[in-house]
């Protein structure tokens, strides 16, 4: 399977276009978001982080299919 690096640019770019929209629309919301992510442990940070991945890697699976 060869690297797709199109696709992978644009998947890049609507990630970033949907991060900048929500900085944009709800800027309080995010400043407050953030703020509540602060006082959290590493370790559960990182495991919200696993979970999104996981969920963004089944989705792009379902995608491809």
């Known amino acids: 399977m060869k690297f797709d690096y199109t ?3 644009r998947a890049l770019g609507l990630a970033i276009i949907i991060e900048g ?4 629309l709800f800027p309080g ?3 407050r978001a953030l ?3 602060l006082p959290l442990p ?9 979970i999104a991945l996981a969920v963004g ?7 491809c299919r």
Request: charged share 15%.
């Open 7 to 9: 696709l992978f640019l």
């Open 21 to 24: 929209l929500c900085w944009t």
């Open 29 to 31: 919301g995010m400043r």
């Open 35 to 37: 703020l509540q992510l």
């Open 42 to 50: 590493e370790s559960r940070l990182r495991i919200v982080g696993l």
């Open 57 to 63: 890697l089944g989705l792009v699976a379902l995608a």
